[in-house]
Nanobody, 124 residues
Framework: QVQLVESGGGLVQTGGSLRLSCAAS????????MAWFRQAPEKEREFVAA????????LYAEPVKGRFTISRDNAENVVYLQMSSLKPEDTAVYYC?????????????????WGQGTQVTVSS
């Protein structure tokens, strides 16, 4: 059974940092491209960042470029999202997603498995 479990969310002040983790089980992580999406209240789910199977190629949404870094440790079956210089508009539930492909994608419908999400709240 495929399972993705996010952790690391919480409350942080503007300008602060958080590191999210996504622990994968049930399948070999290196077979999948991975991504982070987020969804704020009353808004659609939006793409944040994606990483290729090997970790050699990454993709970022414009609002987070230069502030967020996606990485992965295939040996440990974990994907990370390092978030810095956080802003109130980054407040959302952050979801980890998995796609059986070489590279990540911006489109949520191209992902096969999703975690339950972790809440990130940035106070002003």
């Amino acid at each position: 059974q495929v399972q993705l479990v996010e952790s690391g969310g919480g409350l942080v002040q503007t300008g602060g940092s958080l590191r999210l983790s996504c622990a994968a089980s049930g399948r070999t992580l290196s077979d999948y491209a991975m991504a982070w999406f987020r969804q704020a209240p009353e808004k659609e789910r939006e793409f944040v960042a994606a990483i290729s199977r090997s970790g050699g190629r990454t993709l970022y949404a414009e609002p987070v470029k230069g502030r967020f870094t996606i990485s992965r440790d295939n040996a440990e079956n974990v994907v990370y999202l390092q978030m810095s210089s956080l802003k109130p508009e980054d407040t959302a539930v952050y979801y980890c997603a998995q796609r059986k492909a070489e590279y990540g994608s911006r489109w949520y419908y191209e992902y096969d498995y999703w975690g339950q999400g972790t809440q990130v709240t940035v106070s002003s």
